[in-house]
């Protein structure tokens, strides 16, 4: 069984970075889409940004201009570098890989932003 394990959350005051990491614990074959969503206390589990094998990427609104994704396919490996860190952004955060038989995903980190 395939799992993805996700690393670097944690607590931060606002305005802080933080940059999660997730990797396969073996490789997957022929990954469309790699993305972190974040799901925070009452509230459903939403996408923060998603990118390609192409390299294309797409981010929710409200963390355009903070966040960036990025990706090594050579690795599997997605990265999420978080910039500007509001307290909106305290949520579990989950790291996904999609390929056209199986959706996968991570356990999930928790995000901490204290004001």
């Known amino acids: 069984q395939v799992q993805l394990v996700e690393s670097g959350g944690g607590l931060v005051q606002a305005g802080g970075s933080l940059r999660l990491s997730c990797a396969p614990s073996r490789s997957i074959f022929s990954i469309n889409y790699m993305g972190w969503y974040r799901q925070a206390p009452g509230k459903q589990r939403e996408l923060v940004a998603q990118i390609a094998s192409t390299g294309s990427t797409n981010y929710a609104d409200s963390v355009k201009g903070r966040f960036t994704i990025s990706r090594d396919n050579t690795k599997n490996t997605v990265y999420l570098q978080m910039d500007s860190l509001k307290p909106d952004d305290t949520a579990v955060y989950y790291c996904?890989?999609?390929?056209?038989?199986?959706?996968?995903w991570g356990q999930g980190t928790q995000v901490t932003v204290s004001s």
């Open positions: 996904n890989a999609n390929t056209v038989i199986m959706n996968y």
